[in-house]
T-cell receptor
């Protein structure tokens, strides 16, 4: 049973476009939602994170939107660049733990020049 | 700084063989993690260590053991490797109170025949 559902599996945009990656969760016991970026052959890197009491968070060209009532959150990449081509993972952290993250299945993003 | 270093980078084992994956971090982080990454499944937590001398099971601990040797090092052992353990293994670390893994190694690609 997948507790954090991520879509789409893959995404292709042109340079300058705004790719949007969506995640949905069922369990209300999650209290923290980070996103990770992974380049081929490398480990994931923490990109940006949000708590459910905030509806939006921006860091540079990356924005998380959070809809608590719908149990959905999404990552937007403004003015996307070929260097943003990577796999992106959303995750959700259990409220009763400081370490148990449940990861989505990942979205492979390709930004064409 | 090297960050999180994993060895080896690649390994092929035969079913039933044993092996230890090594991980070391030089950021003075308290918490360390072992994840496995399989296609289409995101990352799944195998074991976690909040601090030197403590370890806890994650989502998929069966078939694995860990040792937190000191603050820097956290090893993962496969006592009797099985083909189902073919995966990419990532070690990660985080500072106390950060709430999620912050820095990942580049992974160990393990194939079990």
């Amino acid at each position: 049973q997948q507790q954090v559902k991520q879509s789409p599996q893959s995404l292709i945009v042109q340079k300058g476009g705004i790719p949007i990656i969506n995640c949905a969760y069922e369990n209300t016991a999650f209290d923290y939602f980070p996103w990770y970026q992974q380049f081929p052959g490398k480990g994931p890197a923490l990109l940006i994170a949000i708590r459910p009491d905030v509806s939006e968070k921006k860091e540079g060209r990356f924005t998380i939107s959070f809809n608590k009532s719908a149990k959905q959150f999404s990552l937007h990449i403004m003015d996307s660049q070929p260097g943003d081509s990577a796999t992106y993972f959303c995750a959700a952290r259990w409220m009763d733990s400081s370490y148990k993250l449940i990861f989505g299945s990942g979205t492979r993003l390709l930004v064409r020049p | 700084n090297a960050g999180v270093t994993q060895t080896p980078k690649f390994q092929v084992l035969k079913t039933g063989q044993s092996m230890t994956l090594q991980c070391a971090q030089d950021m003075n982080h308290n918490s360390m993690y072992w994840y496995r990454q399989d296609p289409g499944m995101g990352l799944r937590l195998i074991y976690y260590s909040a601090s030197e001398g403590t370890t806890d099971k994650g989502e998929v601990p069966n078939g694995y053991n860990v040792s937190r040797l000191n603050k820097r090092e956290f090893s993962l052992r496969l006592e009797s490797a099985a083909p189902s353990q073919t995966s990419v293994y990532f070690c990660a670390s985080s500072a106390m109170g950060s709430g999620q893994p912050q820095h990942f190694g580049d992974g160990t690609r393990l194939s079990i025949l």
